[in-house]
């Protein structure tokens, strides 16, 4: 990517010269990002509030490795904007763009760049969230060294962005990150992070997959008032990852259905829990992900999407669906237009 982006012009004459002028600026350059809208504090109840409805983009759009292939396009933003959404989750495999010295890949950084002014140039709030698979190492030493590395070099970068983005410091954390060696892991890249943005709200959600009943292990420092708590809901994952392949229990389920009264009733008393849990810590929550895989039906699908959304809603909890593309999608990029009936169940035309 790196060499084609260099040698590229140079075979290519004048009109390839202005192209690499253009690529070099944003090349392994550690300025700041400048925005058009400065940064002011915002208290996080209020950014939540500002959050309300989103949507989960990007994470496995072919971009982040050739720009020339991706799917998602900054019009898109426009049109997320246009149907009712307030905010985006931009879902970022950072660590799988570091070389070997956890250096992030300038390629990558430059269609960061682009996207997250796309974003905002729309209207949205941005959550950027650092996603990850298997890239974290082998234990919470390697993925602490690799998180720290790109938050240090993530966190300067934009530390000009206008409130409306807020850092995600870790998706789901999970496996050898149980909640003790994550207490380690998101403190010292909170610390990091602090060291630009003193007062940018930062997301953090508990170990154990941000999974609501893991809410208890997550322990917060009082002193930082800039903190939004961050929690996923598939429940029950027999209807939301029925036919998941990457869910060998549930590989080979189907025909599971939802929306029976008592399960309507489960997730607003799950959600009370969530909500008592955040009275009683004085953090606002934003539900980061919620949805479910295209297998299911999609009668069950619209009302669970609709059910959760409402019900998130209904606690103040700000809300973004998974995902736009991809898989359970709530856009369809053959016909470039909306699955209406998700987009139906997600902002209800009456709304
Ligand atoms: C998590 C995973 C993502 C998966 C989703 C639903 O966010 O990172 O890959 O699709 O959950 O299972």
């Given at each position: ?15 390839l ?8 600026p ?19 109840a ?15 759009d ?19 904007k ?14 799988r ?34 996603h ?85 292990s ?20 027999t209807?939301?990852h ?110």
């Amino acid at each position: 990517m790196l060499g084609k982006r260099i040698f590229a012009p140079v075979l290519g004459g004048i009109a390839l010269c202005a192209a690499l002028t253009h690529a070099v600026p944003a090349m392994a350059d550690d300025t700041p990002v400048s925005f058009s809208e400065g940064f002011t504090p915002i208290d996080p109840a209020d950014q939540v509030a500002a959050m309300h409805r989103g949507m989960n983009v990007l994470g496995y759009d072919p971009i982040w490795f050739d720009p020339a292939h991706a799917r998602f396009k900054a019009e898109h933003f426009a049109k997320i904007k246009a149907a009712g959404f307030d905010s985006i989750r931009l879902v970022v495999h950072g660590l799988r763009h570091m070389d070997a010295q956890d250096t992030l890949d300038p390629a990558f950084l430059a269609t960061l760049d682009t996207m997250l002014q796309a974003a905002l140039a729309s209207g949205l709030s941005v959550s950027l969230d650092l996603h990850y698979s298997n890239e974290c190492g082998t234990d919470p030493a390697s993925c602490q060294e690799k998180v720290d590395a790109f938050w240090r070099q993530i966190a300067p970068r934009y530390k000009n962005a206008p409130n409306r983005v807020a850092f995600e410091l870790l998706n789901e954390p999970h496996g050898f990150l149980d909640a003790k060696a994550w207490d380690g892991v998101y403190r010292s890249a909170l610390a990091i992070v602090r060291q630009t943005n003193p007062t940018r709200n930062v997301i953090v959600g508990p170990a154990g997959w941000s999974s609501i009943d893991q809410l208890a292990s997550l322990d917060l420092p009082e002193d930082d008032r800039h903190i939004i708590v961050t929690v996923h809901y598939y429940w029950p994952m027999t209807f939301t990852h029925q036919g998941a392949s990457w869910v060998k229990q549930f590989t080979d389920l189907h025909d599971v259905k939802w929306g029976s009264q008592a399960e309507y009733l489960k997730v607003s008393t799950d959600f009370d829990g969530v909500k008592a849990w955040a009275d009683a810590h004085h953090r606002p929550i934003f539900l980061g992900e919620f949805g479910a895989y295209d297998r299911s039906d999609i009668e069950s699908r619209m009302r669970y999407d609709y059910g959760v959304a409402r019900a998130a809603e209904a606690h103040g909890f700000a809300w973004a669906y998974w995902q736009f593309d991809s898989d359970f999608i709530a856009y369809d990029m053959k016909t470039d237009d909306w699955v209406q009936p998700i987009l139906y169940a997600l902002v209800p035309p009456h709304d």
